[in-house]
């Protein structure tokens, strides 16, 4: 079963930019489409980015286009989110996983921190 594990989160202040890495213990190409989600407390986790299994962007929400990128290395089963010009109502745990979701491929998360 394909693990994932995230990494890259911490504390910015607002305006810096992080780069989130999702390392798959497998094959990310057989999950299919990949997202980062993300949720902050009180609040429900909300798909942020998809990827489909080519590399193509095919969704970024509203509410980060322009400032997050999100892509994928197929080669090396990892699964990448850039983000640039935080603000903090960005702060959340960030999880990666395929799109749909799938319960079995929740990990720990990575959590973001933006401080004003």
């Known amino acids: 079963q394909v693990q994932l594990v995230e990494s890259g989160g911490g504390l910015v202040q607002a305006g810096g930019s992080l780069r989130l890495s999702c390392a798959a213990s497998g094959s990310i190409f057989s999950i299919g489409d990949m997202g980062w989600y993300r949720q902050a407390p009180g609040k429900q986790r909300d798909l942020v980015a998809r990827?489909?299994?080519?590399?193509?962007?095919?969704y970024v929400a509203d509410s980060v286009k322009g400032r997050f990128t999100i892509s994928r290395d197929n080669d090396k089963n990892t699964v990448y989110l850039q983000m640039n010009s935080l603000k903090p109502e960005d702060t959340a745990a960030y999880c990666c996983n395929g799109v749909p979701p799938s319960g079995r491929y929740w990990g720990q998360g990575t959590q973001v921190t933006v401080s004003s």
């Open positions: 990827v489909s299994r080519g590399g193509r962007t095919v």
